[in-house]
């Protein structure tokens, strides 16, 4: 495996993208996130990462150079084991590893339901007014008599799972182009999602009529944030590439202005577009109309249907992959090698089993989403990133003093702000819980 980029120069980084790092710019949902999601941290920590981040200010090799030049990528992974003790550290990989748990079980149901309503036939009259049309069940018919909707996802599921399964198996690597790839399709699908639901709008033919706000939607409120702060897991890549750094923090905040106008767009052309009861949990299920003259070309209805099945089926091993080596690296003991039997054949098998065994038993996105989010998606977009932010902070004030000056300094910069998402992650979690004991009894 292949070890991730750090050293005792390049580590200045934190101080300077952790105050903007725990900040969401957006907070709409991002279908096909995961290559920016985490980057792969789990191998064994040498002991360069235990060192001082930064070596004292009165060090003549520290004086020649700008201890805030952003000149190395460091993820999360490292973050951690530079900055919290060996309880927190625990706790941040088994966060990690909790979330990427829910996030493969939504790709795992979000593939064969998406395949599942492209394949099986439905007889629509559309001369039928839809509250007399029949409504869809799992028990409906799908191929003739004798196999039902549940049973054609739970055979795209299993098909799903030998095609992608093995590939936890081994390492993927080079696949530049098939993010490029998936990156294209992205946007395509997004702008013409947009495109059709505008106009079906102007045409007069909008159907939504959403309500003001909905206590009830709580919890996938956190569950879809997640998602766009994944985003910003893409910012040391984004970042240290770029020569010139004098502008960066006003690069970076029109590059998440132009992610929340773009997603605010697609979310708001969609509650306007249709009927708030009836849409999907998979958004481009919607574009399926056949009745709809706007909507009914065949071509692009099944693009936008086998869009999620390109796009999440490429991201599904490594998304794998990435669990299955923080998993190794959550259990790994200083000192212990792990015996073949463990290292290739158990911690893949504990990586792919949970999260398909789940979407076996629902494939509910709805609730996989906010579940995922509510609890694992807080604790990475809000109580670690503070953390890391503090704990950046205190040892910066050491090294330093409370004079020193970072020139790429934050604007939410002031101690408020930290204990503000402590707060407030914190209170998200009990009102979410309580909203589900609640909504269950």
Known sequence: MNRPI??????????????SLFFPFSLIKDDAHTEDVIEDEAENQSEEERRALL?????????RVDLYDITERVEMGQMASMFFNKVGWYLFYL?????????????????????RDITCPVNITCNIKPSKQINLTNSSPCWGTTVNRQNAYRVYLAAFSLLLGPFVFFNVQKTKYLQLLTSLMRWVAFTIMIILAMTRITHGK????????????????????????????????LVTPIKNKRHLSLLVFFDFLVILVFYLVLSFTGIFCFKNMDIKDIYTLNFMDKCDPITSAQEIS????????????TNFP????????NLKTLFHRDGYTYPWIIDRI?????TIVPPIAVAFGTDDLEFLVGVTGSYAGAGIQYLVPAFLVYSARKEQRILFGPGSINKHTSPFRHSFWVYFVWVWGT???????????????
Do not use: W
């Open 318 to 325: 490594i998304i794998a992959i990435t669990l299955r080596n």
């Open 6 to 19: 750090t050293n005792v120069v390049g580590r200045p980084i934190m101080l300077i993208l952790l105050p």
């Open 302 to 313: 099944y693009f936008l249907g086998l869009f999620p099945v390109f796009t999440l089926s």
């Open 55 to 63: 070596a004292p200010v009165n060090d003549p090799k520290r004086r």
């Open 346 to 350: 158990f911690f893949p098998l504990l």
């Open 427 to 441: 209170l998200s979690i009990i009102f979410v819980t309580v909203n589900h004991i609640l909504t269950k009894s």
């Open 206 to 237: 909008g159907e939504g009529h959403p309500v003001m706000a909905s206590v009830t939607s709580v919890p996938n409120l956190f569950g879809v944030c997640v998602y766009s702060f994944m985003c910003q897991h893409s910012l040391p890549s």
């Open 95 to 115: 966060c990690i590893v909790i979330y990427l748990y829910g996030d493969l079980a939504i790709y795992a149901a979000a593939v064969p339901k998406s395949l």
